[in-house]
Structures are given as structure tokens and as C-alpha cells.
């Protein structure tokens, strides 16, 4: 028997529903309450990054988001489905490029592709040489992981990340071991893909600026146990540069507010 028409939940692809998450874990001697009560509804294509200060829950919550781990309580929705596990559709980049290094540039892209049964190997060939050129990396393909700058494997990892086509993109702080210089153009580059692609983006970061730099809203997590604040939304236009005034007055409203929970909040 068909549910009601109104009971019916329609796939919408790229939306993300996080609906009261919280997590526990124990330890040998005691218990970390990492997340409390967390609800987040992100729209299709909407890019959103997650601040606070360590120990608030901002990776946990973006492993519970994966699939890779599961909540106490609460629940994960994405493109209208229950998130039981991990999927091809939500994909994560993590703060190390986490590259295989017996691969070439070429095969680390082409890793996740061949998941793809819907594709054929010339099919999967292109997809790969066409993110290389999207992150300007394709004068490397065939060279190996070790030759590579940390700015250029980040890329490579960007790369990976987006030829299978996820409709959601989690990113675990990929920019944090960087230069400064690397990070200011990656923050470019980030902007123009995913202004050109529209991928749902959720962003862990502990640098404000960043967070304005990238996010359409940024979200301020509490000191442990983790739970959402306060929700900054950035209108400014893009591209946006981490160095112009504008964004400073935004990464300093956000951080005054991290400032005031800090003095508020007394981590367990």
C-alpha cells in the first residue's frame, strides 16, 4: 500500500537535513558529550562552513553527515534519504590530501571512477583529464604524488573529490596546512568551481576569515558539547577577497561572538 501523497518525501538532489543530532563516546575513564541537540537544514548548492573551538564536535558532525559515523540520537537526510552509511554522493576531503602514493596524479583522480558502473573506461578517462584542467593540474597527470607541493595535492584531492559528481561535498578543514599564499589562491579557485558547479558544500574550518571568504552562512558551534549558536549569513558578492575590508568587518562580528560563548562556556 502507497503512502498519502502528502506523506511522500520527493528526492531533492544536493539538500542536506540534519534533524537533532547528538553523540556520546566513551572512553576509558569517561564519557565526551561531543554533540548536543544539532539541527542544520542546508539548501541545494548552498555553501555553509562550520566554526567553533576545538572539542566543539565540527568533524563528528561532518562524520555523522558521511555515514562514517552514527549518531545517538537524531538523524541525516540527504536528497531526501535516510543516511545510513557512506555514499558516492557525499564525498569527503580531509585536512591531508590522503592521496595513494603509488598512484600517478592521473590514477588518484580516476580512483573514485571506477565506482562509476554507469561509466566506460574512455568515459572515465575524460571526466578525469577534464578535473585536472579544473583545478590546472592537467600538465601533471602522469607525475607521481611525492613530486608534488601540498597546494598541488590538495588540488589533486579536490580533483578526486569532485569527478564522480557528488551532490554534497564535505570538507575537514583541507586548507588548514597550507601556506598563506597557497590558501589565498585555493580560496579563488574554491569559489570558481564551486560557483561553476553549484555543489551543496559543507565546510569545517577553525579560520573566520575563511569561513566568510567561502560560506553563504557561517555556523557557530558552542564549546562542548556542540551544539549551533548563532547563524551569520554572507552576502557579500563573489568573488570574494580574504584581504578586503568588508569581509574583515564579517570575520570580526563572527569572532567576537566565538569570543563571547568561549567566556560564557566552560568545557566539560
Not at 132 to 150: D, I, P, T, W, Y
Not at 192 to 216: F, M, P, Y
Amino acid at each position: 500500500m502507497n503512502p498519502p501523497a502528502d506523506q511522500v518525501t520527493v528526492p531533492i538532489p544536493g539538500q542536506l537535513i540534519v534533524e537533532g543530532i547528538s553523540k556520546r563516546f566513551k572512553t576509558s575513564r569517561s564519557e565526551v558529550h561531543a554533540l548536543d541537540d544539532v539541527s542544520l537544514h542546508v539548501k541545494p548548492g548552498e555553501f555553509i562552513c562550520l566554526v567553533g573551538p576545538s572539542g566543539c564536535g565540527k568533524s563528528t558532525l561532518l562524520d555523522i553527515i558521511a555515514g562514517l559515523t552514527k549518531p545517538d540520537s537524531g538523524s541525516v537526510s540527504a536528497d531526501g534519504q535516510p543516511v545510513v552509511g557512506p555514499g558516492r554522493h557525499r564525498l569527503v576531503m580531509f585536512q591531508e590530501s590522503a592521496l595513494f602514493p603509488w598512484l600517478t596524479v592521473f590514477g588518484n583522480v580516476m580512483f573514485g571512477l571506477k565506482l562509476r558502473a554507469d561509466l566506460n573506461n574512455a568515459e572515465r578517462h575524460e571526466i578525469a583529464n577534464s578535473h585536472l584542467a579544473l583545478v590546472g593540474l592537467q600538465k601533471f597527470a602522469r607525475s607521481n604524488v611525492h613530486e608534488l607541493s601540498g597546494g598541488m595535492k590538495q588540488r589533486v584531492a579536490l580533483a578526486r573529490s569532485l569527478a564522480p559528481d557528488p551532490r554534497i561535498l564535505l570538507m575537514d578543514e583541507p586548507l588548514a596546512a597550507l601556506d598563506a599564499m597557497t590558501r589565498e589562491q585555493l580560496y579563488s579557485d574554491v569559489q570558481e568551481i564551486w560557483q561553476s558547479r553549484k555543489k551543496t558544500i559543507v565546510l569545517v574550518t577553525h579560520n573566520v576569515r575563511e569561513a566568510v571568504c567561502l560560506g553563504d552562512r557561517v555556523i557557530l558551534l558552542s564549546p562542548r558539547p556542540g551544539s549551533i549558536r548563532e547563524t551569520f549569513p554572507i552576502d557579500l558578492p563573489r568573488p570574494r577577497d580574504i584581504n578586503s575590508p568588508e569581509l574583515a568587518r564579517h570575520a570580526a562580528e563572527i569572532t567576537a561572538a566565538l569570543k563571547n560563548y568561549l567566556t560564557m562556556d566552560v568545557p566539560d
